[in-house]
């Protein structure tokens, strides 16, 4: 017996909701870049995704196709990297987002954390030596920052590394660490034994010591492999230090440019709500009728597109005050906690919307509902970014 297929086939597929033609300031290499995902998430991604996301498998031949888009490396110069401008990489991360969650954090960690802690921290020889390779995706990054006593409060990291001849040795444990099973080169947050710095390390994998496990039972990016990872006395040589991380400072600034680019992957998960919900109004029917002709109905759609334009907004300018050099870690803080907690909204409206149909993967909007969780939690909890905002508004500190 053949299982039914949906009515609704093209759910997913991308509207438009440029209700405030944002798009006319787009510039010719802008809108290529952002031409050229879009078809990619409506042709490649989204007929298989959610196979991929239920089993809980990663997508390698979507992943593969990352560097033939051109959109690997971000902002960096040279190296083969993207190069991108601060409103192209934002809407790169935008629809990838909108067609999946962990593809999106799957580059979001590879470049935005791995490449960019590479090209901030790294010696002219370093950079040479490894972003090429992972400019082709010929090797895959992971960064290892969190462990798992040490989220929020990161700065009070345990994992050491104690100088040994003419290298260093690591001991520690870290958690959720994106691409940690799977990545080449592990970007490894540690404490000098020695000076008590934070130093960064360039772990070549496999390593005698290095031990990664998939963390399971996860409910949120099932497409992406969370690990947690043992280092036992791995040994690193000097040269695979990071020159110019120094301090926990240099770690943090790496931290604050990808702070940014989780407000896109936001819009991203809200613009996928927002465009199935709609779409499926106007085509299911209930009490002889397209849901959409109810006045409730229309008035929900109207809030979650007031809401979605709003975190438009918020994005455009931060790329903007990004362009001028302006753009500073606080207001990063607050379009992250204001997108991601609007997004939450906008895919709860979206998952009622579509009644029982917006539990089942294949209606687009479930697998969102459930991805935004992660986005709202990683880069800094919605609390701490609150604190952070507070703390410039009010002067005074509500954390150490």
């Given at each position: 017996m053949t299982a039914p297929t949906t009515p609704y086939t093209a759910l997913g597929e991308a509207l438009g909701t440029d209700f405030f033609s944002v798009r006319e300031q787009f510039t010719e290499e802008q809108w290529r870049l952002f031409a050229g995902t879009r078809k990619f998430v409506d042709t490649e991604v989204l007929p298989g995704i959610n196979d991929y996301w239920e089993r809980a498998e990663l997508p390698w031949h979507l992943f593969r196709r990352l560097p033939e888009l051109g959109i690997v490396g971000e902002d960096i110069a040279g190296h083969g990297a993207a190069g991108m401008s601060p409103l192209a990489l934002g809407l790169v991360h935008m629809e990838l987002h909108r067609g999946d969650g962990s593809l999106?954090?799957?580059?979001?960690?590879?470049?935005?954390?791995?490449?960019?802690?590479?090209?901030?921290?790294?010696?002219?020889?370093?950079k040479q030596r490894w972003l090429?390779?992972?400019?082709t995706l010929e090797r895959t990054g992971a960064?290892?920052?969190?462990?798992?006593?040490?989220?929020?409060?990161?700065?009070?990291?345990?994992?050491?590394?104690?100088?040994?001849?003419?290298?260093?040795?690591?001991?520690?444990?870290?958690?959720?660490?994106?691409?940690?099973?799977?990545?080449?080169?592990?970007?490894?947050?540690?404490?000098?034994?020695?000076?008590?710095?934070?130093?960064?390390?360039?772990?070549?994998?496999?390593?005698?010591?290095?031990?990664?496990?998939?963390?399971?039972g996860k409910v949120s990016l099932r497409a992406l492999w969370q690990a947690d990872i043992t280092l036992d006395g791995v040994r690193v040589p000097d040269e695979n230090r990071l020159a110019h991380a120094r301090s926990f400072a240099d770690c943090a600034a790496v931290l604050a440019t990808t702070r940014s680019t989780c407000a896109w992957m936001a819009l991203g998960h809200a613009t996928a709500g927002y465009d199935a919900a709609l779409r499926y109004?106007?085509?299911?029917?209930?009490?002889?009728?397209?849901?959409?002709?109810?006045?409730?109905?229309?008035?929900?759609?109207?809030?979650?597109?007031?809401?979605?334009?709003?975190?438009?907004?918020?994005?455009?300018?931060?790329?903007?005050?990004?362009?001028?050099?302006?753009?500073?870690?606080?207001?990063?803080?607050?379009?992250?906690?204001?997108?991601?907690?609007?997004?939450?909204?906008?895919?709860?409206?979206?998952?009622?919307?579509?009644?029982?149909?917006?539990?089942?993967?294949?209606?687009?909007?479930?697998?969102?509902?459930?991805?935004?969780?992660?986005?709202?939690?990683?880069?800094?909890?919605?609390?701490?970014?609150?604190?952070?905002v507070g703390r410039d508004i009010t002067g005074i500190s509500a954390f150490t």
């Open positions: 999106g954090t799957f580059l979001g960690v590879h470049a935005g954390l791995a490449m960019k802690s590479i090209d901030m921290c790294g010696s002219d020889e370093q090429p390779s992972m400019s960064f290892a920052l969190t462990e798992p006593h040490h989220g929020s409060d990161s700065v009070a990291l345990e994992t050491t590394a104690t100088r040994d001849g003419d290298g260093w040795v690591l001991h520690g444990t870290k958690r959720w660490i994106g691409n940690g099973t799977v990545a080449d080169l592990v970007i490894v947050w540690a404490r000098d034994t020695g000076s008590g710095d934070v130093l960064g390390f360039v772990v070549e994998t496999p390593a005698d010591g290095y031990t990664a496990t998939v963390i399971p109004a106007k085509e299911r029917e209930q009490f002889g009728r397209p849901l959409a002709s109810f006045q409730i109905v229309q008035d929900r759609l109207v809030k979650m597109l007031a809401d979605l334009t709003g975190m438009q907004l918020y994005c455009v300018q931060m790329a903007r005050l990004a362009e001028g050099g302006t753009l500073s870690p606080t207001v990063a803080g607050l379009a992250k906690m204001h997108n991601t907690s609007t997004a939450r909204s906008i895919l709860s409206q979206a998952r009622d919307l579509l009644g029982g149909n917006g539990i089942l993967l294949e209606h687009h909007v479930a697998r969102h509902w459930a991805d935004i969780e992660s986005i709202h939690t990683f880069e800094g909890t919605e609390t701490v970014q609150t604190l952070i």
